[in-house]
Nanobody
Framework: QVQLVVAGGGLVQPGGSVRLSCAAS????????MSWHRQAPGKERELVAN????????NYADAVKGRFTIFRDNAKKTVYLQMNSLKPEDTAVYSC????????????WGQGTQVTVSS
């Protein structure tokens, strides 16, 4: 049974930091590309960051470059999103996904977690 369990989030002040985690089970984690997405109220879901599987490669949305870091621990089957210098516009529901190397879609999704940036 495939599971992606997201933890972290909550209320944080502007300029603050928070780390999200996404723990995987039920598939060969190291072979899957892992991504973080977010959806703000009234907006479409957007890709925030992703981490490739067989090569050390990460990509970020322009809005988060230099502030967010995605990293993975294959031994723990967990991907993280470290979010620094948070802004009110980062407020959204964040979720993670897993994509098989042969797949053109996101195969598995974790549940969302709310991140609210407000003073």
């Amino acid at each position: 049974q495939v599971q992606l369990v997201v933890a972290g989030g909550g209320l944080v002040q502007p300029g603050g930091s928070v780390r999200l985690s996404c723990a995987a089970s039920g598939f060969i984690f190291s072979t899957y590309a892992m991504s973080w997405h977010r959806q703000a109220p009234g907006k479409e879901r957007e890709l925030v960051a992703n981490s490739r599987s067989y090569v050390v490669s990460t990509n970020y949305a322009d809005a988060v470059k230099g502030r967010f870091t995605i990293f993975r621990d294959n031994a723990k089957k967990t991907v993280y999103l470290q979010m620094n210098s948070l802004k009110p516009e980062d407020t959204a529901v964040y979720s993670c996904s897993a994509q098989a190397p042969w797949s053109a879609v996101y195969d598995y999704w974790g549940q969302g977690t709310q991140v609210t940036v407000s003073s």
